[in-house]
C-alpha cells in the first residue's frame, strides 16, 4: 500500500520544478513524436534525469546527452542520440549551452535539419537575437521542423517556427508564430499541413537539369516547355518538364535550366549527366528518370509518377522468314536444294543412258535424247514415249523402273516436305525475342537519344534486365560496327524512314516512333510494320538529391497535381496515339516463305505445257518423212 503511495509521487515530483516537462511532453506528443533526444549541460542533470522518468509515465522514451564538454569527448554519443531509430525524433536544447553553437553547425553540416528530426529550442526569456543570428546562418531548408519556445511566464510558452526556403539557393530565412502553450488549455498549434503555411517560395530559383540530344548552343526554355517542342527534345521529357512547371506559377519559384545529353551517367563528377549532378548535389531536380533500385543509394525518387517510357524495336516483315526458325535447306529456290535437285536429274540420265545401251536399242544418236526427255518429263509428272516397239531386257527395265522410282519419291518428297515445313514451322510474321532480332537479317538502329548512348557506354545500364544476355550480345556487336566505322544511330526521321525501305530494325522510343509514322507510312506498309518491346511500359518519376529537403514538398505538390487532373490533361496534349493497320491488305500466317513452292509448281505446269506442244510439233513433222513399219504376220492375221 505504501508502494503505490510512493511511486506516483516518485514521477510527479518534477512537476515541483515548474510547468517545463508537461509544456516539452504535450509538444512531442502533438506532434506524434515518441522519442525524444535531450541535449543538457551545465547543471540541468538532475533535473532533466527527473524529466526522462516523468516521460516514461506518458509513453516517450528519452535519451540524453551531457554537451557541457569539448564536442570531441562527447561527439559518438551524440550521434548515437540523435541517429533516427524511429519515424521522428524530437531534440531538445537550451541557447544558453556552450556548445550550442557547435551543436547547431553539427547538425547543419550533417542533414539532421530536416523532416525527421524535430527540433525545439527552449529560450528562458522572449526569443534571443544570438540564437536568430545563428539560425540565420545555418544551411536551412524548406522541411527543416525547428521550433523556438519563448517563456512569457511560469504557465505559458509562446511557440515560433525556424525554416528558410533554401538557404544553398539563396532563399528567404523565416520565423513564424504558430501558437502557444499554457497550463489551462495545454498546446494551441495549426494542425495545419506546414507546406500550407510554407506556399510561396518568393521566386527562389531550382536548378533543373534537362536531356537534349545533340545539346543546343543558345537554350531557350521554351524548347522544352513549348506545346511543339524542339526536335532534340524527347517526348518524355517534354512531358515532365511541363508537369513541374506547372508548380512555378502556383508556389511562385522559377528553374535555372541546365542542359545534357544523357540521363544516367557513370558518377564522374567532371562527366555531364543528370544523374552525376544529383549525385554530387550540383542539381537540385530533374523531370524524368527511371525506377533503377540498383541506384537508389545516390539520388531519391518524388511521388508520384509524371509519365512513363515504352521503347520498341521497329522493323518492316521480312518476307523469306526470320533466324532459326528457317529451315535453309527445305526451303525453295535455296541453291543447296537445288543443287541436290540437279545431281539427283543427273544421275538418272547416266542411269538411263546406261540402260538405252545395255538393251542396244537402235537409236544410237537418240541415247543421250532419250535419257535427258525421260527425266524432263519425270520432273513434268509425264512419261517420255519413243514410239518404237523395242523388246526390254528384263533387268534393264527393272533398273529403269528403280531409279525412276527412287526420282519420284525424293522430288515428291521434297516438293511435299518444303511445302509442309513452311506451312506448319514456318515463323510467324514477327519477331518475339531479342535472340530472334540478333539471328534475323535486319541491321540494328537506334534513336540519337540520351539512354542509347548510356546503355552502349555502362555495362550494368540495361534497357531490360531480363533479356541482360542478349543485350549484352548486341552491345558487343554494335561496338564493332563502331569500330569499323559504321554508324549505329540515327534521328528519328533517318530510323523510321530506314524501317520504311526495309532491311532495319529501329529502337525508339514508342510516342516519337508513332509521330512519324503517322506522317510517312501508307496502308500496305502498316501492315507489313511490326515491332519487338525493349523498354517495358515503366513509370517516370522527377528525381532530386538523396536525402534532399525537397523531397516531400514536390511529392506534396505532384500528389496535388494527381488529385485535380492535371497530368492527364499535359498527357493528353503531348502523347500520340498508336498506328494500326486498318486490315485492307491482310498478312496469311507463315504462307511468305512457301510461296516459291507454289511458284515453281505453276512455272512446272506452264513448262509442261509447253514441252507438251513441242513434243507434238516434233511428231508431226518426224512422221511425214518416216516410212511405216511392216506389219508382223500376227498383225496381218489380225487384220484379216
Not at 504535450?26 to 533535473?47: H, I, M, P, S
Not at 530506314?498 to 530494325?505: E, N, S
Amino acid at each position: 500500500m505504501l508502494f503505490n503511495i510512493i511511486l506516483p509521487l516518485i514521477y510527479t515530483l518534477p512537476l515541483i520544478f515548474g510547468n517545463w516537462n508537461n509544456f516539452v511532453l504535450d509538444y512531442f506528443k502533438g506532434r506524434r513524436v515518441t522519442f525524444v533526444c535531450l541535449l543538457t549541460c551545465e547543471n540541468d542533470a538532475w533535473y532533466h534525469h527527473n524529466f526522462a522518468k516523468y516521460a516514461s509515465t506518458r509513453n516517450v522514451a528519452v535519451s540524453s546527452c551531457n554537451i557541457d564538454r569539448q564536442f570531441t569527448k562527447y561527439s559518438k554519443i551524440l550521434h548515437l542520440c540523435l541517429k533516427q531509430t524511429a519515424p521522428s525524433i524530437g531534440v531538445v536544447i537550451n541557447p544558453k549551452c556552450s556548445e550550442f553553437e557547435n551543436i547547431m553547425y553539427y547538425a547543419s553540416e550533417n542533414v539532421i535539419f530536416n523532416s525527421r528530426h524535430k527540433w525545439l529550442i527552449t529560450e528562458d526569456n522572449d526569443i534571443n537575437e544570438v540564437s536568430i543570428t545563428i539560425l540565420n546562418n545555418l544551411n536551412l531548408s524548406v522541411d527543416a521542423d525547428i521550433t523556438l519556445s519563448a517563456k512569457l511566464d511560469e504557465t505559458c510558452y509562446k511557440l515560433y517556427e525556424v525554416y528558410n526556403f533554401g538557404k544553398i539557393r539563396n532563399g528567404t530565412f523565416v520565423v513564424k508564430s504558430i501558437g502557444d502553450w499554457n497550463i489551462h488549455k495545454g498546446l494551441n498549434i495549426s494542425s495545419e499541413y506546414k507546406y500550407y503555411r510554407r506556399f510561396d517560395f518568393r521566386q527562389m530559383a531550382f536548378e533543373m537539369a534537362v536531356v537534349m540530344t545533340p545539346i543546343p548552343t543558345v537554350f531557350d526554355p521554351e524548347m522544352v516547355l513549348g506545346r511543339v517542342p524542339d526536335h532534340r527534345v524527347s517526348t518524355i521529357t517534354h512531358t515532365g518538364a511541363m508537369v513541374l512547371h506547372q508548380l512555378t506559377g502556383v508556389h511562385n519559384f522559377r528553374y535555372n535550366y541546365t542542359v545534357v545529353d544523357r540521363w544516367v551517367g557513370d558518377y564522374v563528377k567532371e562527366h555531364k549527366a543528370v544523374t552525376n549532378g544529383l549525385y554530387f548535389r550540383e542539381q537540385d531536380i530533374t523531370p524524368i528518370l527511371r525506377l533503377l533500385p540498383h541506384f537508389s543509394d545516390r539520388y531519391d525518387f518524388a511521388a508520384p509518377a509524371v509519365t512513363f517510357i515504352e521503347t520498341r524495336y521497329y522493323y518492316r516483315i521480312p518476307s523469306q522468314g526470320v533466324g532459326k526458325f528457317e529451315n535453309q535447306f527445305l526451303r525453295p529456290l535455296s541453291p543447296g536444294t537445288w543443287w541436290c535437285v540437279v545431281g539427283i536429274c543427273a544421275l538418272c540420265c547416266v542411269v538411263l543412258l546406261l540402260s538405252a545401251i545395255v538393251e542396244h536399242r537402235p537409236m544410237n544418236v537418240y541415247y543421250c535424247y532419250y535419257s535427258i526427255f525421260s527425266v524432263l518429263a519425270l520432273i513434268c509428272q509425264q512419261f517420255f514415249e519413243e514410239f518404237e516397239d523395242l523388246r526390254r531386257i528384263s533387268e534393264a527395265r527393272k533398273v529403269t523402273i528403280l531409279v525412276t522410282g527412287l526420282a519420284c519419291l525424293l522430288l515428291y518428297n521434297y516438293y511435299t516436305s518444303s511445302v509442309v515445313s513452311w506451312l506448319l514451322n514456318g515463323p510467324p510474321p514477327s519477331i518475339n525475342s531479342l535472340w530472334e532480332l540478333l539471328d534475323s537479317p535486319l541491321t540494328p538502329v537506334f534513336e540519337d537519344v540520351g539512354y542509347t548512348y548510356s546503355w552502349l557506354q555502362l555495362p550494368d545500364y540495361y534497357f531490360n534486365r531480363k533479356a541482360a544476355k542478349a543485350e549484352d550480345e548486341l552491345k558487343r556487336r554494335l561496338n564493332n560496327m563502331i569500330k569499323k566505322g559504321k554508324t549505329v544511330d540515327a534521328s528519328i526521321n533517318v530510323g523510321i524512314e530506314l524501317v520504311r525501305r526495309g532491311g532495319y530494325a529501329y529502337h525508339a522510343e514508342t510516342n516519337a516512333a508513332n509521330e512519324r509514322i503517322s506522317r510517312t507510312f501508307d496502308q500496305r506498309e502498316l501492315c507489313d510494320l511490326d515491332s519487338l518491346l525493349s523498354f517495358e511500359h515503366i513509370l517516370l518519376y522527377p528525381c532530386v538529391q538523396k536525402n534532399s529537403p525537397y523531397k516531400e514538398f514536390f511529392s506534396w505538390s505532384l500528389a496535388r497535381l494527381l488529385e485535380r487532373g492535371v497530368l492527364n490533361c499535359v498527357h493528353e496534349r503531348t502523347w500520340t496515339r498508336e498506328m494500326k493497320c486498318g486490315g485492307s491488305t491482310p498478312r496469311a500466317l507463315a504462307l511468305g516463305g512457301a510461296a516459291p513452292a507454289f511458284i515453281v509448281l505453276a512455272a512446272g505446269v506452264i513448262l509442261g505445257v509447253l514441252i507438251m506442244l513441242v513434243e507434238r510439233i516434233w511428231w508431226n513433222c518426224t512422221t511425214k518423212n518416216k516410212k511405216p513399219l511392216p506389219k508382223t504376220p500376227n498383225e496381218e492375221l489380225n487384220t484379216l
